[in-house]
Structure formats: structure tokens, C-alpha cells
């Protein structure tokens, strides 16, 4: 052992024998400070207290075991509750069967001159498709080819020449209403 553990040894060894003394004098005048700790339980009684403490012996010299549960505050029957008002939450009608909402783009329809042609899966072959843009409202009407491909991120295609009369190039895809 150093000689700087010797020292710190030494300084805790004799504040201990100090201190220890010196708190058991500053207590020994409280007159709590033999008695068991306050410690109690919520609702039931301090031991001593005389009802309900099970060193406590009534005449025969059982202990008393009585005890009377009270009614939990939660399930107290004077306190009133207010109905919680109703509220009532717009649910739109489903979309006919005839109808699908989708992303719209455009695809270059030049092989087939003079047709509007468009391509939605689901609508049949051959229909006429309306075509409304949500954000704006203008609308086109088209004839529906599924034998044409569909970029991905779309859900509907249109030819390019239709697309320009209800949105701009820039804005592709878009959402559309499709009904047919």
C-alpha cells in the first residue's frame, strides 16, 4: 500500500469514528428515533393504532381480522359522466363499378390516325372512356385499346394530342377520373 492509500485509510477510518458518534448523540433526544419507522400503508391503520393491528388482542386473545373493504372512487356511482356527443363523419359513396380514379399519362398514338384512342385496364375493350381531370375539371372522351402498354407509375394512358386539352406535358401523371 502507498503511502498516499495510507493517508486517505487513515482520514476515513477517524471521520467514521467521529461521525458515527456524534449522529447516534444529535439522535438520541428524538423521541422517534427508538420506534419503528412511520411507515403505513394507504387506508389501513398505523401498527399500534389498536383496531386492525394484528398484534392486537381482543378479550379471547385472537387477533381482530375484520375488514371492511370501501368502494373504489372509479366506481363511485355520485359522480355523473357526460355522454360523449356524437360525431358525424362525411364517408363518400363508393365509385360504380363503371368508374376508376387512376394517375393519367400520355403515350404517342400515331400509328392509329384519327382515332382518340386510350388505354385503361378494367374498362373493356373498345369503350368509350370519359376522362376528367380532378385538379381542373376539363374533360376528353376517348376509345379504349388495351393492346397498348402502360408506363409504370400510371394507370391510365391517353394519346398525346387528347392529354394537351386537360393538362399540361409537365404535369404527367395526373390524377383523372375514368368512367365508361
Known amino acids: 500500500m502507498g503511502v498516499h492509500e495510507r493517508r486517505r485509510l487513515v482520514l476515513a477510518t477517524a471521520l467514521t469514528v467521529v461521525a458515527l458518534p456524534a449522529i447516534w448523540l444529535m439522535d ?3 423521541p422517534n ?10 387506508g389501513l391503520p398505523e401498527p399500534g393504532a389498536g383496531a ?3 398484534d392486537a388482542a381482543d378479550a379471547a386473545g ?7 373493504p370501501q368502494m373504489p ?7 355523473l359522466v357526460q355522454q360523449p356527443a356524437v360525431i358525424d363523419i362525411a364517408v363518400p359513396d363508393t365509385a ?5 380514379i387512376v394517375k393519367l399519362t400520355y403515350k404517342d398514338y400515331s400509328d392509329f390516325e384519327g382515332e382518340r384512342l386510350c388505354t385503361l385496364p378494367g374498362a373493356p375493350s373498345g369503350a368509350e372512356v370519359t376522362v376528367t381531370n380532378i385538379d381542373n375539371g376539363q374533360q376528353v372522351t376517348c376509345v379504349n385499346n388495351l393492346g397498348m ?25 395526373v390524377p383523372v377520373r375514368a368512367s365508361w
Do not use: H, K, Q
Request: net charge negative; hydrophobic share 45%; no cysteine.
Open 52 to 54: 386492525g393491528d394484528p
Open 33 to 42: 428515533g427508538t420506534a419503528a419507522p412511520a411507515a403505513a400503508a394507504i
Open 62 to 68: 385472537s387477533p381482530d381480522t375484520s375488514f371492511e
Open 96 to 100: 360504380p363499378a363503371t368508374e376508376r
Open 149 to 173: 402498354s402502360i408506363p409504370v407509375g400510371a394507370g391510365m394512358a391517353i394519346d398525346l394530342n387528347l392529354y394537351v386539352r386537360i393538362a399540361d406535358l409537365v404535369d404527367a401523371p
Open 73 to 79: 372512487l372509479f366506481l363511485d356511482n355520485t359522480v
Open 28 to 30: 438520541r433526544d428524538d
